[in-house]
T-cell receptor, first 115, second 114 residues
Framework: EAGVAQSPRYKIIEKRQSVAFWCNPI?????LYWYQQILGQGPKLLIQ????????DSQLPKDRFSAERLKGVDSTLKIQPAKLEDSAVYLC?????????????FGDGTRLSIL | AQKITQTQPGMFVQEKEAVTLDCTYD???????LFWYKQPSSGEMIFLIY??????QNATEGRYSLNFQKARKSANLVISASQLGDSAMYFC???????????FGTGTRLLVSP
């Protein structure tokens, strides 16, 4: 089966600019996640969708980050305006359901550099 | 609050030897799941193995096994017969009941030498 697809693979922008990332989950996976991974750290959950509804966005900086999952499939994550501390890898993951024992399958990530 | 601790920033092992990567966790829940992921230098996170808190047997997946000691709150990953391709970052993660988020440790970098 095809894995989680993300684009772009790399992005370089200046601070205060905006950027958007795209994610296409594994077919049939109801749950989609966006993580931020800062260099030297483990991934941190930004937002979790169950179909097209938000389950958890408690760690999403809502003043500058937004995410949507229209039609319960693809998702986009946007940052506007970007800050230097947003430099990180943004990982998208999906799972069959949000169940405790369901492994999450990750995409290759988007490496974002803010100048 | 749930927390994952990985105390080994780096580990070295020779090819064909076994290696244990440590993971301890903290939770007040009785029901939770523990996961190990591998992250090569290319960046993708690869799911390796899962252990449920009520599972009586230690999980195994090929060369990977999880040494689960519930009373000590530890979930160490054992890789048998290390291969050069095992060189990567390894993350331990935990998820509590319901839709609780997956919380990751800081990772252990494993280097396998010929």
């Amino acid at each position: 089966e095809a894995g989680v697809a993300q684009s772009p693979r790399y992005k370089i922008i200046e601070k205060r600019q905006s950027v958007a990332f795209w994610c296409n989950p594994i077919s049939g996976h109801a749950t989609l996640y966006w993580y931020q991974q800062i260099l030297g750290q483990g991934p941190k959950l930004l937002i979790q969708f169950q179909n097209n509804g938000v389950v958890d966005d408690s760690q999403l900086p809502k003043d500058r980050f937004s995410a949507e999952r229209l039609k319960g499939v693809d998702s986009t994550l946007k940052i506007q305006p970007a800050k230097l501390e947003d430099s990180a890898v943004y990982l998208c993951a999906s799972s069959l359901s949000g169940g405790q024992n369901q492994p999450q399958h990750f995409g290759d990530g988007t490496r974002l550099s803010i100048l | 609050a749930q927390k994952i601790t990985q105390t080994q920033p780096g580990m070295f092992v020779q090819e064909k030897e076994a290696v244990t990567l440590d993971c301890t966790y903290d939770t007040s829940d009785q029901s939770y799941g523990l996961f190990w992921y591998k992250q090569p230098s290319s960046g993708e996170m690869i799911f390796l193995i899962y252990q449920g808190s009520y599972d009586e047997q230690n999980a195994t997946e090929g060369r990977y096994s999880l040494n689960f000691q519930k009373a000590r709150k530890s979930a160490n990953l054992v890789i048998s017969a290390s291969q050069l391709g095992d060189s990567a970052m390894y993350f331990c993660a935990m998820r509590q009941t319901g839709f609780q988020k997956l919380v990751f440790g800081t990772g252990t970098r494993l280097l396998v030498s010929p």
